[in-house]
């Protein structure tokens, strides 16, 4: 069965550092992978999506940058975190298998600049 | 931007019929309409998707208007953990050829007991 796997939980960063999110999915091959973030009592925002290695797309202009090293990785990256980077990121995937089930999320990154 | 409008918030009682209306009047013909739930801190959660038909699933019933351009979701029996954000979501074709799923607001839905 397919899962995806994101890390970690919770973070707490200092203004100015860098950040790493990773995110993994086991059990099926050449999926769509996605990046949202989620302010405080928003909605969900559209970062990145990649449809296979090395290809990214961006959907709105920021401090942030995603990478697919391997096609079933994913990973959204800072050089320096602002505090308005703060939010609740979540991880995705799609694959045109045929079933069509829809998205699938992670169980999403809480991250606090401070 | 999102091609969907929900109300804000709804309340229902528990046990009762929860009905989620969405507008999506800019649909094109080859895009479905998907409903996602969730809970507070969690990530969202599949509920249900559709094209032109109406779709029932273990969980709810979609009911989709004839000119596709709104749509309703069904919980037939709410209980308590049924009190989530519910999300109508269009599924947006890119330029590229792949897909992406574009969230609006959602509704606030209460199952009150």
């Known amino acids: 069965s397919q899962t995806i796997h994101q890390w970690p939980a919770t973070l707490v960063q200092p203004v100015g550092s860098p950040l790493s999110l990773e995110c993994t999915v086991e059990?099926?091959?050449?999926?769509?992978l996605y990046w949202y973030r989620q302010a405080a009592g928003r909605g969900l925002q559209l970062l990145f999506y990649?449809?296979?290695?090395?290809?990214i797309s961006s959907e709105v202009p920021q401090n942030l940058s995603a990478s697919r090293p391997q096609d079933r990785q994913f990973i959204l990256s800072s050089k320096k975190l602002l505090l308005s980077d703060s939010g609740f990121y979540l991880c995705?995937?799609?694959?045109?298998?045929?079933?069509?089930?829809?998205?699938?999320f992670g169980s999403g990154t809480r991250l606090t600049v401070v | 931007d999102a091609k969907t409008t929900q109300p804000p918030s709804m309340d229902c009682a528990e046990g009762r019929a929860a009905n989620l209306p969405c507008n999506h009047s800019?649909?094109?013909?080859?895009?479905?309409v998907y409903w996602y739930r969730q809970i507070h801190s969690q990530g969202p959660q599949y509920i249900i998707h559709?094209?032109?038909n109406n779709e029932t699933n273990e969980m709810a019933s979609l009911i989709i208007t004839e000119d596709r351009k709104s749509s309703t979701l069904i919980l037939p029996h709410a209980t308590l953990r049924d009190t989530a954000v519910y999300y109508c979501i269009v599924r947006v074709l890119t330029q590229g050829g792949s897909e992406k799923l574009v969230f609006g607001k959602g509704t606030k839905l209460t199952v009150n007991p």
């Open positions: 800019t649909i094109s013909g080859n895009e479905y």
């Open positions: 559709g094209l032109k």
């Open positions: 059990g099926t091959s050449n999926p769509n």
């Open positions: 995705a995937w799609t694959s045109f298998s045929g079933l069509n089930y829809g998205y699938t």
């Open positions: 990649s449809v296979g290695i090395g290809q």
